[in-house]
């Protein structure tokens, strides 16, 4: 992955957790959510942040597969969206 490309996941994802905090405070946001969606976006972009992912799903199993089937549910979104994509071409 390319320094920009890294740098733009950082970014997305960092937008995305701050936009959580504030909807854990804010009835009209889904904060878990948001959280959610800014944390598969950091560790896409940061080793770190993986390693910390995968060391809480190992120690909370209950949240940690929850997480793991949020994580499922938007890779077969972004994989179906891809496949749109490629039958209007």
Known sequence: MGKLARIKWLFIGGAFVLLG????????LQGILFIVIGIMCLAKGSARVRTQKMRFKKRFP???SKLSI???KA???????RAKKAAKK
């Open 70 to 72: 949020l994580e499922e």
């Open 62 to 64: 209950r949240i940690g």
């Open 75 to 81: 890779r077969a979104w972004r994989e179906k969206r």
């Open 21 to 28: 905090i504030v909807g854990l405070f804010l009835p009209i």
